[in-house]
């Protein structure tokens, strides 16, 4: 596969090795969701306004894109502006927006040497237009490209999500082209912002919180969850491949008993443990 640099820096030996142990300990996960948080306290614990956490940010959003892909990751989707977080100061807001125009700006011609492609989920009609223009300039740019799939969520949130799923399966029952009592997961995972995408087999969250504001609410139902209380600005590499080894060890159950269990219990053990 052709060297691959979003960072414009060479790939050293030491993580070249580091990757190759990560690849051959186990599974790669296909797909990897990330709740990109700890922003505003990293520049804050400095003496700095958030926004510097924001811009600092963006270095790690490359560098762990670029791992990703290194790695073989086919889908990163990345929690980069929740419906809620409309309700911050309008100056914080500004900044981000602002940050989102220029980093797309500086990373267009990056990604698409690199063979990724952009996409986005969310509500994109809420952004300014000048962050909804280079958007899509950036994705049409990077439509073909099959490497890794860089999905930006942006005014998201997984109830909107929902919210929009089921209008659209309230119309097609309106319109005749669906009964509700055929109405299965599929149906409704195939009209999520996700679309065919493969549910995320690992969800990181940064910074220490216990919890998903309102990420890929229907999409995680069996991801494996890796929190680490690392603020997103000093989520580097090393911290990727630190979650990826947790999630090696991690037996996906999905619901069944362990592997490899295979004792059978006769009608008559039953009943005398119930009895
Ligand atoms: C995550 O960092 C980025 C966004 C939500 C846009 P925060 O801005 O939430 O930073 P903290 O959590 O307040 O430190
Ligand atoms: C979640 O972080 C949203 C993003 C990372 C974009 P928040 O900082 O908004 O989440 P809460 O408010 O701590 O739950
Ligand atoms: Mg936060």
Not at 103 to 127: F, M, T, W, Y
Not at 162 to 180: H, N
Request: glycine share 6%.
């Amino acid at each position: 596969m052709e060297p691959l640099s979003l960072t414009d820096k060479k790939q050293s030996e030491e993580d070249k090795h580091l990757q190759e142990e990560v690849k051959t300990a186990g599974s790669i996960p296909s797909h990897i969701a990330i709740i990109m948080d700890g922003n505003g306290r990293w520049a804050q614990d400095k003496g700095n306004i958030r926004l510097f956490g924001h811009k600092e940010g963006v270095e790690s959003v490359r560098d762990i894109t670029e791992a990703c892909a290194q790695l073989g990751v086919s889908h990163l989707t990345l929690y980069a502006f929740s419906t809620e977080n409309w309700n911050r100061p309008s100056s914080e807001i500004n900044g981000l927006m602002k940050l989102l125009v220029h980093s797309l700006q500086n990373e267009a011609n990056r990604l698409h040497k690199n063979n990724i492609r952009l996409v986005s989920i969310g509500q994109i009609d809420r952004l300014p237009s000048s962050c909804r223009n280079k958007l899509e300039e950036v994705k049409e740019l990077t439509k073909e490209n099959d490497r890794l799939e860089l999905c930006l969520a942006l005014s998201y949130s997984g109830r909107w999500d929902i919210t929009e799923a089921v209008k659209k399966l309230a119309k097609d029952v309106k319109d005749g082209k669906i009964d509700p009592e055929n109405i299965d997961d599929d149906m409704i995972s195939t009209r999520l912002s996700t679309g065919k995408v493969p549910d995320p087999d690992l969800i990181i969250r940064t910074s220490g919180e216990y919890r998903i504001s309102n990420f890929l609410l229907w999409q995680l139902a069996y991801s494996e969850l890796y929190i680490t209380q690392t603020y997103w600005p000093d989520f580097r590499r090393d911290e990727l491949y630190k979650a990826i080894q947790s999630y090696q060890k991690r037996e996906r159950r999905f619901g069944k008993v362990k592997k490899g269990y295979t004792k059978k219990v006769s009608a008559s053990v039953i009943n005398k443990i119930l009895s």
